[in-house]
Structure formats: structure tokens, C-alpha cells
């Protein structure tokens, strides 16, 4: 709609950022980054990252999944899976193509803790690394899936675990898991994310619109300072405010993307309760 009216190839501000070339390092990005691929590496068994709605948990587990392709680690991604304790198990075991064990599954409880029991024998056999993301994971406490979880982490393939859990979630994450102290020691890395810094989010405005090749600045130096008072820095809040913003100066034919743009799209947002 807007791509030829601002010179771009692509659009900036989709949502899910798989895409190397728009991934912004920023410094609490990286950072999590970081210890989230030594649990993986190390075979660790479990690992949380926790962070407010929009501050870019997505964008994370994405590039994870990138930078571990290369090792050959196979991830899985489970977005709250609301199951008992036995459709849950069952569930982990087909998503990880853990093993058949009998002629005539039934997907009991001990039928599906065999399976995980031999893939982590095969697992060891062949050095495989799998990476089970749960997704939503504050949500887990009220169905008791968590004690299911803290079972999973017992399975073992050699020295290492047969394969990492990583839970995912909002801020409650961290405290619903140190209600559970037996989950809560399993977990070797906890990382909380943050949003980005005045000068980040403009940063990862500017790194964005270069990969979509924007070879001018689109947004004023002002614009880009308001954009971070009306997002707080969350990334998912910049992407939708900017893309908008983007709509908004190419209808009005302006040269550029000012804190009026913003200010006028931000107010049309709240006003239907998507700030």
C-alpha cells in the first residue's frame, strides 16, 4: 500500500520478525539470547524467559530457533497446551517422535513416559538436542500442568537432558514457578526481558526500515522519541504504531513520519482499546 510512496522493498513493522535482516539486537535482547542458547547447548533441562505482552518474547524464540538450526537441534512449540496431566504427556511425545513402545497405543500416562524414556535412550545414541518451547506458560498453574512439566525435565539422555524445556510467559511466570519448588530448581536459566530504551527503539525503527530499504529517514528524530512514550519501548506496540503511522503520512502525503502521525493513529487506538 505504502512501499513506492516511502521507496521501501518490504514492509518494516510485520509482526513475528522471523526474518534475520529485521531482528535488532538490542542490549536485554542479546543478552537473554545468550543464556537461553547455553541451556540449549549445554543440555540443560529447563530454562524461563519471562516478559510483559509485547516486549518481543516472539521475536526471541525465532531467532533461537535460527541460530540452533546449525547444531541440528529440533524444536518443538506448544502454545498452552490446557491439557490433564495425561493428554499432555501424550501430546510432548508425538509433537517430540518419541519412539512407539506398543502394538496398540492407548496414550496412557505410563505409555507416553515410555516413549520419552526411549527417546532419551536415542537421543543419547545419536546426540540429538531438542528444544520443547512452551508458550503462555503463566497460564500453566491454574491447569497443574506445571508438576507435569517438572516430571518431563527428569528424563535423561547420557550426562545431559534428553531435552530442554523452555517456558515461556508473562510476568507471572517466574513467581507461579518459585510456587513450585521442585520445577523451580530444575530451571538452570531465568531471564527477564525488558523493552527497549528511548535510544533502542529508535534504533530498532531505523535497522528496520534499512532492511525493508529505506535509504532516507522516514520518521523525524521527534517522531521516533514519541513513538517510545506511546509504546513504552515494546516491540510489539512500535511495529503496530509505526505501520500505521506509515498508512497515515503516505495518505497525507507528507515527507516524512512526525509526532503527529503518531499522536493521531495512537489516539484512534485507544479509542477501540488497542493501545
Not at 525465532?62 to 504427556?89: I, K, Q, Y
Not at 537421543?123 to 518451547?133: H, S
Not at 518431563?152 to 510476568?171: D, E, K, P, Y
Request: proline content about 4%; overall charge negative.
Amino acid at each position: 500500500m505504502y512501499l513506492d510512496y516511502w521507496q521501501l522493498t518490504a514492509k518494516p513493522f510485520e509482526p513475528g520478525g522471523a526474518d534475520d535482516a529485521f531482528y535488532y539486537p538490542s542490549e536485554a535482547h542479546e543478552g537473554a539470547l545468550s543464556k537461553l542458547l547455553y541451556a540449549v547447548r549445554q543440555g540443560r533441562a529447563a530454562a524461563a524467559m519471562a516478559g510483559p505482552s509485547g516486549v518481543g518474547k516472539t521475536l526471541l524464540v525465532n531467532r533461537l530457533a535460527t541460530l540452533l538450526a546449525p547444531d541440528g537441534v529440533r524444536l518443538v512449540h506448544a502454545v498452552f497446551p490446557e491439557m490433564s496431566s495425561r493428554d499432555l504427556l501424550a501430546y510432548l511425545a508425538e509433537r517430540l517422535a518419541a519412539p512407539d513402545v506398543s502394538a496398540s497405543p492407548t496414550g496412557s500416562i505410563e505409555e507416553s513416559v515410555r516413549r520419552l524414556e526411549a527417546l532419551a535412550e536415542a537421543n543419547a545414541e545419536t546426540g540429538q538436542r531438542q528444544l520443547v518451547v512452551i508458550d503462555e506458560a503463566h497460564l500453566l498453574e491454574d491447569c497443574g500442568a506445571l508438576e507435569t512439566l517438572r516430571l518431563v525435565t527428569n528424563f535423561r539422555s547420557g550426562a545431559a537432558a534428553a531435552f530442554t524445556l523452555l517456558l515461556v510467559g508473562q510476568m507471572g511466570l517466574l513467581s507461579a514457578v518459585a510456587r513450585k519448588p521442585t520445577l523451580d530448581e530444575r530451571l538452570d536459566v531465568k531471564t527477564l526481558l525488558r523493552g527497549f530504551t528511548a535510544e533502542e527503539t529508535a534504533a530498532y525503527v531505523r535497522h528496520r526500515l534499512a532492511a525493508a530499504g529505506a535509504a532516507r529517514d522516514v520518521f523525524s528524530d521527534p517522531a521516533l522519541q514519541q513513538l517510545h512514550v506511546l509504546t513504552g519501548g515494546y516491540a510489539r506496540r512500535i511495529d503496530r504504531l509505526a505501520d500505521l503511522a506509515l498508512v497515515v503520512g503516505f495518505a497525507e502525503r507528507r515527507s516524512q513520519v512526525g509526532p503527529g502521525e503518531l499522536d493521531a493513529v495512537h489516539r484512534e487506538l485507544v479509542a477501540v482499546g488497542t493501545p
